[in-house]
């Protein structure tokens, strides 16, 4: 069983970092792609950040260059390493387990497991 719990958010000015954790506790994440998505008041989810099937990662033009996916096998953990934040940055942020079958790491219908989600606010 995927139980995926993220932690790290919370209030920070722009320009300041904050560093997302997502921690499985059925210990699959280490077997799976993972991802990190967002989602504004009033808007979709949107992509962020993802490994792909074999390491690589990948990241949405908005965040590339400040934000940073890893993860730690050995502790069942996905990180997000947020820097230079924006007021843009304010959302939701969750992490997502990608489904075997899926062919897109970008589109939150390639996920089947998600974590409760963790609020990011940026003042400006």
């Known amino acids: 069983q995927v139980l995926l719990q993220e932690s790290g958010g919370g209030l920070v000015q722009a320009g300041g970092s904050l560093r997302l954790s997502c921690a499985d506790s059925g210990r699959t994440l280490s077997t799976y792609p993972m991802g990190w998505f967002r989602q504004a008041p009033g808007k979709e989810r949107q992509f962020v950040a993802a490994?792909?099937?074999?390491?690589?990662?990948y990241y949405a033009d908005s965040v590339k260059g400040r934000f940073t996916i890893s993860r730690d096998n050995a502790k069942n953990t996905v990180y997000l390493q947020m820097d230079s934040l924006k007021p843009e940055d304010t959302a939701v942020y969750y992490c997502a387990r990608r489904k075997p079958s899926s062919t897109s790491m970008y589109s939150s219908n390639a996920y089947d497991s998600w974590g409760q989600g963790t609020q990011v606010t940026v003042s400006s």
């Open positions: 490994f792909s099937r074999g390491g690589g990662t």
